[in-house]
């Protein structure tokens, strides 16, 4: 596989080096692999801190600034973060009103930030930690206990940064931040493998004419493999998944997220099925979101997550953001 890489080894530091080019407003760390908003701490504030494995971009580094998350830490590639990454952020984002773990449902992830979150609050950080698990398509995986954490994560950060942009307290934005993740869920679909640097080559075997309905974002194994389907059937497939499983009752946020190699074109072809399925069961739509933002390297597929908002949630999501990786209201 071609890829536009000086050496594996130094993927994720060469990354870290461009980000930190293309946005002054970040402070990046590139030795200790920490990203935080150049006016962190900001008083009064809650500080929000995420982070996973590399190669999901723009998840998580690119969703840090003002109205949304206060830090990121970035692990390699598919690799979680170590807990000094953690503390180093939650020490740099602390105002004194306390910080916010968001983590995704990963083995290592979960227990790496329990990890942190002992040593910040040895140190005097008070920590409260919300765990991301939206994915319906399996309940155990190669990489979790439980459902695994995905395109949630996006309306998790940028929700409840907008609790804590507010001036909300710690305990606050983590309620929002539940509530979010506890109204979201996810289907992904892959219609070929990522490639990893170090490999080099796709990390799982995907024969032509079929995809995966279920994938994770490292690539794990989904709910089945079929042949080849149409936009409109694999949208009916991952509606039907999404919302049986949620059973919304009010409008939903819409995330037809890329998963890194589908372009454009096929998303908004795929948010139009989306949106016809939907409305065929009789699901309104809130807002929508088309593009890639919690990816998978270059794997090429989709993934479709679904958020249930009341009036106080789509305000926050509403409120304005500025990061790398989404802006708007600014």
Known sequence: MKMLINVPETVVADALRGLAAAHPDLT???ENRVIVRRDAPVSGQVGLVSGGGSGHEPLHGGFVGP?????????EVFTSPVPDQMLRAAAAVDSGAGVLFIVKNYTGDVLNFDMAAEMAEDEGIQIAKVL????VAVTDSLYTAGRRGTGATLFVEKIAGAAAAEGMPLERVETIARQVNENSRSFGIALSACSTPAKGSPTFDLPPGELELGIGI???PGRERRAMMTSGEIAEAAVEAVVEDLQPRNPVLVLVNG????????LYGFNAEVHRVLAQRGVPVARVLVGNYVTSLDMAGASLTLCQVDEELLRL???????PGLRWGV
């Open 28 to 30: 990046v760390n590139v």
């Open 67 to 75: 109205g949304m998350l206060s830090a990121a830490c970035p692990g």
């Open 132 to 135: 991301v698990n939206d994915d």
């Open 218 to 220: 490292h690539g794990e």
């Open 259 to 266: 998963m890194g190699a589908t372009p454009l074109l096929e």
């Open 317 to 323: 999501y509403d409120a304005p953001v500025k990061t």
